[in-house]
């Protein structure tokens, strides 16, 4: 079995080499030509080999760096292939809501499946995304690796920004055995929102440490908001944490300025990454080929 480690992705690859038993791990020549090509070009031997190529899609170069390197692993006979991208880009446009536009979630998920035996990913915006894939595809969940990291530190509610993020917090709260809220959430425009206390809250707020969870952190304005919101419950701390972390702008300044601690997972590459998914997603992994397993 071999390990490939597109270059959005590297340090995950090479954790997710180790969790499946030090298998060998490599990282591809990549180079761009005069024209602003893109040449990729991976070493190794891996005729007759399992192969996992792990690769984020945050942009487009990710993207057809990793359909290129789809390519190059079967071009050097691999026997399967199994695809790992730990934050799917694009998956936000799910659907058509206006007439002329792509369904860009499924569109990509096609297209990445072509050359793959398996596909897995993280914490999809919409668990859809999974039935567009044509060959089996499998979503890990952020959640346990934020509750390895938690269990560590003092917890005593759990908070999700919206009702959205509902099922996130009852299940982070589950595994670390503590009480979870909803908040009430009404967007203003693409980058600010309003939000509220619910009218029940499981305990009194005053000194407690509380952790706001969610799926992605982009801009920050929700995350914001709910700091302060707390904030003004006079709590003991606040810590915001999160699976994909893309921090875009100054999205990560402004939420150190509001909270003790921001964590995220290391499904891209972050100042706030803190948790590892590769023993959920290496696990995925192991049950796939062990279950499609000739030999």
Not at 74 to 93: D, E, I, K, N, T
Not at 126 to 142: H, I, M, N, V
Not at 165 to 172: I, S
Not at 204 to 218: F, G, P
Request: glycine share 6%; charged share 25%.
């Amino acid at each position: 079995m071999y390990v490939v480690a597109g270059t959005a992705s590297t340090s995950l690859a090479e954790r997710i080499s180790r969790e499946l038993g030090n298998v060998p791990f490599g990282m591809p020549f990549l180079k761009r030509f005069p024209d602003g090509e893109l040449y990729v070009r991976i070493g190794g031997q891996m005729a007759g080999e399992d192969v996992v190529l792990v690769q984020s899609t945050r942009s487009d170069q990710d993207l057809l760096e990793l359909l290129f390197l789809e390519d190059a692993v079967r071009q050097s006979g691999a026997r399967r292939l199994v695809v790992v991208v730990p934050y799917f880009g694009y998956a936000r446009q799910d659907k058509v809501f206006f007439p002329g536009e792509p369904a860009t979630a499924q569109m990509l998920a096609q297209h990445i499946a072509l050359e793959a035996d398996a596909v897995v990913s993280v914490d999809l915006h919409s668990t859809d995304t999974l039935k567009a894939f044509t060959k089996p595809a499998y979503e890990a969940s952020g959640i346990p690796a934020m509750a390895r990291l938690l269990r560590q530190r003092p917890v005593d509610l759990l908070v999700s920004p919206d009702k959205g993020g509902t099922d996130r917090a009852r299940r982070m709260g589950q595994l670390l055995d503590r009480p979870w809220v909803a908040l009430e959430k009404q967007r203003i425009d693409s980058e600010h929102v309003e939000l509220q206390l619910p009218r029940e809250l499981p305990m009194e707020l005053e000194d407690k440490h509380v952790v706001i969870v969610d799926d992605v952190i982009s801009t920050g304005g929700t995350i914001v908001e709910a700091a302060r919101l707390l904030a003004k419950q006079r709590v003991g701390a606040i810590t915001a944490a999160c699976t994909h972390g893309l921090f875009l702008r100054d999205a990560f300044e402004r939420i150190k300025a509001v909270t003790d601690e921001i964590y995220s997972t290391d499904t891209l590459a972050n100042p706030a990454e803190k948790a590892s998914v590769a023993p959920d997603i290496a696990a995925i992994v192991k049950r796939h080929l062990s279950s499609t397993s000739t030999a």
